[in-house]
């Protein structure tokens, strides 16, 4: 298989823009995972990822990651899956506990950013970091994805150069993991409107 | 001084000096993690209780949430 092979059927306009594209995505967990295997099937040339957490079994009911990887750390497994998927990416990956000090420069090269964290505290860091550090480069975010159902509650709110994907509403319940279908919901928002605004930007 | 401002798109009373903290306790907004914006530039959160609102102004409130 050669690479004009994998990538066959493209969008000869969108496609070549998205391959010269780098995406950042912090955390590697229920969107992080899903975010990362959406956007390398789409042919995104980059992806930065950044987490510091190991697959767990709990994780496996909405995260990008099997059985076998239970206690690999998160990034590693991560890179794995993509790379089975999509061997013609660049992967830069980095097993840390992202925060303000180490996100500049972590991240400070991509095109797009998007919040794939899962406490609201630490979204709250990134927004801010990302406000004052990068505030030309758009950061899309999640909040609100608990439950089930309730899809046409999921929206997109914009103010400048941040987006927040959710329902802004549904909050986990103690020892509930959320659930794998609200989870890709966001996720697959979260990775399409970054296609999106890469495609506006280069216009 | 009276005007008013849009706070996610609720027209309500604006003040001389309203704080974002004002605004926020205004809406009932007690929700613990907050991103504010006014005309577009983010409020950073140590700044609620200091920072003013301008007449006119535009003003986003987004819940933060955590799961993911």
Known sequence: MTRKDYFCERDPLAF??????????????GLGSNIALLLARAGIGKLVIGDYDVVSISNLNRQAFTLKQVGQ??????????????????????QKRLDEDNIPALFHDVDIMIEAFDKAKEK???????????????LICASGISGYGKSEEIKIVTSGNLHIVGDQTSCLSP??????TRVMIVAAMQANLALERLICKAK | MQ???TINGHIRDWSEGMTVQDALDMMNYTFRMLVVKING??????????????????VMVIHLISGG
Not at chain 1, 16 to 29: L, M
Not at chain 1, 79 to 84: K, V
């Open chain 1, 16 to 29: 070549p823009i998205w391959q010269k594209a780098t995406v950042g995505i912090a955390g590697a967990g």
């Open chain 1, 73 to 94: 750390p998160k990034t590693e497994a991560l890179q794995q899956n993509i790379l089975a998927v999509n061997p013609y990416i660049t992967l830069d990956v980095h």
């Open chain 1, 124 to 138: 709250a860091m990134l927004i801010e970091c990302w406000q004052s550090c990068f505030p030309q480069i758009e």
């Open chain 1, 175 to 180: 020892g509930i993991a959320p659930i794998s």
């Open chain 2, 3 to 5: 005007g008013k401002i």
């Open chain 2, 41 to 58: 530039s983010l409020v950073p959160r140590k700044e609620y209780a200091a920072a003013t609102i301008p007449d006119g102004a535009e």
